[in-house]
């Protein structure tokens, strides 16, 4: 599937094919047919102090809500 993700540290993203992810019990997968951002997300591709301080691990796949 594609996915956009935090590769490192560092302003920016990408654009990967990333393995679809296999739910466990009581879990679902759907099937996304559109998607936005939010305002943390542009704190994570931006690299500024409240991206770091909050999603300080990277490899991340954006799209936490």
């Known amino acids: ?3 956009l ?3 490192g540290p560092g302003p920016g993203l990408e654009l990967r094919e ?3 992810p296999v ?3 009581g879990q679902l997968l759907i099937r996304v ?3 936005s951002i939010c305002g943390t997300d542009i ?7 409240w991206g770091q301080t ?4 990277t490899p991340m796949v954006f799209g936490h809500e």
């Open 18 to 20: 990333v393995a679809v």
């Open 5 to 7: 993700v935090k590769a």
């Open 54 to 57: 909050n999603f300080a691990v």
């Open 23 to 25: 739910p466990g019990p």
């Open 43 to 49: 704190h994570i591709e931006r690299w500024d102090d």
């Open 1 to 3: 599937m594609r996915a």
């Open 33 to 35: 047919l559109a998607a």
